[in-house]
């Protein structure tokens, strides 16, 4: 089984920053893009940031420019620097893994449980 944790979510002002991380743990073969989505309440689950295997990086509009993603490969973990935060930002973020378990294994979405972030205005 793959476990995806994510953390570092928490209360900031608005113009503030705040770094998140996820980590994946378990039977992991490989690893294709990872990505962080975000729910505010109310409202449905939005892709956030996008990364590939590869490296590269895909934003949403809201998000360009402020946010930042990145991944180390070694150690299976995804970053999310999020500078310039606005009360608009707030809400749930999840990490999700596209993942093989194993080389035989098709390959699968694996989300974490999710992380607050609040922005204060």
């Known amino acids: 089984q793959v476990q995806v944790v994510e953390s570092g979510g928490g209360l900031v002002q608005a113009g503030g920053s705040l770094r998140l991380s996820c980590a994946a743990s378990?039977?992991?073969?490989?690893?294709?893009?990872m990505g962080w989505y975000r729910q505010a309440p109310g409202k449905q689950r939005e892709l956030v940031a996008v990364?590939?295997?590869?490296?590269?990086?895909n934003y949403a509009d809201s998000v360009k420019g402020r946010f930042t993603v990145s991944r180390d490969n070694a150690k299976n973990v995804m970053y999310l620097q999020m500078n310039s935060l606005k009360p608009e930002d707030t809400g749930v973020y999840y990490c999700?893994?596209?993942?093989?378990?194993?080389?035989?294994?098709?390959?699968?979405?694996?989300w974490g449980q999710g992380t607050q972030v609040t922005v204060s205005s």
């Open positions: 999700n893994y596209n993942a093989r378990r194993t080389v035989w294994d098709p390959s699968s979405d694996y």
């Open positions: 378990g039977s992991i073969f490989s690893i294709n893009a």
């Open positions: 990364i590939s295997s590869g490296g590269n990086t």
